[in-house]
């Protein structure tokens, strides 16, 4: 079946190569021209991008998308479409769902819900039975579905010889083990980073070593067994300090960092608000400035949002009860811009190019925007200002931090393998 032909106009192209002004002709899925001046073709929509940078689709390393389990929270219609509103073309879905993405089956279903969503909905498998921690899951299986991620995200591995035993059975099956780094001896019931803010608040606090712990174990696993290992959600400067000589090393350590964490502090705490519960725990500044840091000289790889959506029935509970997690996929982008003093190629770097390697997904997002590539594409006026409003969010839960906040930049196309999920700011599925 023929795939509309469209043409965006008048935007600066920025992909891994380089920035070039040129107009994109797209049929049939693929990009079919990319040079200034194109002509209009018979027919052809006009995506205007007058202003804007066209750039590869974000690929987000780390989205809840709730299903199957919670969708009164989240679903993966609902929650892919604010991805492309938020830029994206891929997500990784993680698999602390009900039940757990822990069998062929249960992920095959995400993936069959994923056919008909607004982004591409890849999964990541749990590493674990039931993400329990005692007993690998059919890690082979799931990679044979196309999975290449693996995590019990939501919590990490405890047992350091199991954590080994599974490295050495990804690096033989070629996929990747994703760590939610926290070592739960430490953790215990915290509710926010373990500081002055804590004992200020006389909250449970859980200390940074908690997540420092587990990334010098697992970054010692690495080295062990040769396996590569991806961090999620680094959170603190020890961890992101570890990581750049982990590199400096040679191993083969990845890492991302998400925008509540280079945004806002433990500080914000302060009023017991639980939009602000977030885990790994909003930390003090020197820690924000330390993901900052990382993300300009490259220690952190990737901006992935924690996207976590939850119903003020759950969420709106005392601070020490309520589940961690906050929104993220319609504003990380703009956080982004707004927030990091970086050149938008390098912001896009880490939202694009570079997770979609780590995710596996670079033969479909992330490439060069040349003849012939996958036509997955955003087009982003990194000018235009907005004020988030956490009502007309398409996410189907409103936890955002950021309600009422300007952002600058602004997604106006998005664009799934040659079709508009996003015209002029709107969701067209
Ligand atoms: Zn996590």
């Known amino acids: 079946m023929a795939e509309p032909t469209f043409i965006i106009t008048g935007g600066t192209v920025i992909d891994a190569t380089g920035e070039q002004r040129a107009d994109v002709l797209v049929y ?5 021209e990319v040079a ?54 891929a997500v990784v879905a993680m698999p602390n769902t009900d039940p757990p993405l822990d069998t062929a089956a249960a992920v095959r279903q995400v993936l069959e819900l994923g056919r008909s969503a607004s982004a591409q909905v890849a999964v990541a498998g749990a590493i674990t039975v039931g993400r329990a921690g005692e007993r690998l899951a059919p890690m082979a299986e799931l990679a044979e579905l196309g999975v290449h991620l693996f995590t019990d995200d939501g919590a990490g591995v405890q047992s350091a010889g199991l954590m080994r035993k599974a490295m050495e059975y990804a690096r033989g099956i070629g996929v990747t083990l994703a760590q939610h780094c926290e070592d739960g001896s430490l953790a215990c019931d915290g509710a926010m980073h373990e500081g002055a803010w804590s004992s200020r608040l006389g909250l449970p606090g859980m200390p940074a070593a ?20 991806h961090f999620l959600h680094l959170s603190t400067a020890a961890s992101i300090d570890l990581v750049r000589r ?12 998400a925008p509540h964490h280079f945004t806002l502090t433990d500080a914000e705490t302060a009023g ?37 959506p939850h119903t003020p029935e759950t969420k709106d509970l005392p601070f020490d009860q309520a589940p961690p997690g906050m929104l993220g996929l319609e504003t990380a982008l703009a956080l982004a811009i707004t927030e990091l ?10 939202l694009s190019w570079q997770p979609a390697a780590i995710a596996g997904l670079a033969d479909d997002h992330g490439g060069p925007i040349v003849s012939g590539a996958v036509a997955n594409l955003c087009v982003i006026d990194p000018t235009e200002t907005w004020t988030v ?21 602004r997604v106006r196309h998005t664009v799934l393998r040659g079709t508009p999920t996003v015209f002029e700011h709107e969701a067209q599925r």
Request: charged letters at 25%; hydrophobic letters at 45%; a negative charge.
């Open 28 to 32: 049939d899925g693929l990009v079919r």
């Open 36 to 89: 200034e001046g194109l002509d209009v073709p018979l027919g052809a929509t006009v995506l205007d991008a007058g202003g804007c940078v066209v750039a590869p689709g974000l690929v987000d390393l780390h989205t809840h998308l709730r299903e199957p389990g919670r969708e009164e929270a989240e679903t993966v219609e609902t929650g892919t479409r604010a991805a492309a509103l938020g830029g994206y073309t």
């Open 210 to 229: 908690a997540e420092e712990v587990m990334v010098a174990r697992d970054i010692a696993l690495s080295r062990l067994t040769g396996a590569p290992v």
């Open 246 to 257: 982990a590199k400096a090393d040679g191993l083969a350590i990845t890492a991302e960092a």
């Open 272 to 308: 017991y608000d639980p939009v602000f519960k977030v885990n790994p725990p909003l930390r003090p500044q020197s820690d924000v400035d330390a993901v900052r840091a990382g993300l300009a000289d490259g220690a952190i790889d990737a901006i992935a949002t924690d996207h976590a």
């Open 341 to 350: 003093d970086l050149p938008l190629a390098r912001i896009l770097a880490l």
């Open 389 to 409: 409003d956490a009502t007309a969010l398409a996410s189907r839960s409103q936890n955002t931090p950021y309600a009422g906040r300007t952002l600058r930049g």
